[in-house]
């Protein structure tokens, strides 16, 4: 079972939606959590950290649930440049090894 | 531009043949990391350099594999004898700090045939 899953969509939202998505992960062990977003054939970029109090930044929230063991990104009033791969991520400590990577939630604002 | 570096961007090579590849990374950056991202899938720990010493690598990065960052600075990652399930997109990150703050290059795109 992989450590990070995420629901690989894609999603297909109209523009100035509110979209939402979890990430679950296995390792309860985890001490950190971070969202990373990625466009079609570049690198991942960090877009936030998720604290345990949760976190918004502009339009984007991130909250983690400890107890169910899931991270949620949210969305309000989306742009047509939030179209991307948005990657779960976390971190069980350990060294670098212990970052675990999601597959990633596919993105796709409509206009 | 101060951003991680990686060269080539592009590379095709026979199944057999060694390629090695080159990461630049934010010149204060004491960690460098390499990571495989095959499609669809998240990026794969390869392997972590703190300054010029190799503090870990991947227990699924097999020997014919290796990496080197003789002076803390740049990188090379080395593949030897190519297969064709080496095909990936290979990203170098640097950090000053915390593992999960890094910057991505823009990644060395292998393709084996």
């Known amino acids: 079972r992989k450590e990070v899953e995420q629901d690989p969509g894609p999603f297909n939202v109209p523009e100035g939606a509110t979209v939402a998505f979890n990430c679950t992960y296995s390792n309860s062990a985890s001490q950190s959590f971070f969202w990373y977003r990625q466009d079609c054939r570049k690198e991942p970029k960090l877009l936030m950290s998720v604290y345990s109090s949760g976190n918004e930044d502009g339009r984007f929230t991130a909250q983690l649930n400890r107890a169910s063991q899931y991270i949620s990104l949210l969305i309000r009033d989306s742009k047509l440049s939030d179209s991307a791969t948005y990657l779960c991520v976390a971190y069980s400590g350990g060294g670098a090894d212990g970052l675990t990577f999601g597959k990633g939630t596919h993105l796709i604002i409509q206009p | 531009d101060t951003g991680v570096s990686q060269d080539p961007r592009h590379k095709i090579t026979k199944r057999g043949q060694n390629v090695t590849f080159r990461c630049d990374p934010i010149?204060?950056?004491?960690?460098l990391y390499w990571y495989r991202q095959t499609l669809g899938q998240g990026p794969e720990f390869l392997t972590y350099?703190?300054?010029?010493?190799?503090?870990?690598k991947s227990r699924l990065l097999s020997d014919r594999f290796s990496a080197e960052r003789p002076k803390g600075s740049f990188s090379t990652l080395e593949i030897q004898r190519t297969e064709q399930g080496d095909s990936a997109m290979y990203l170098c990150a640097s950090s000053l700090g915390n593992f999960a703050e890094a910057f991505f290059g823009q990644g060395t795109r292998l393709t084996v045939v």
């Open positions: 350099f703190q300054n010029e010493a190799q503090l870990e």
């Open positions: 010149s204060e950056h004491n960690r």
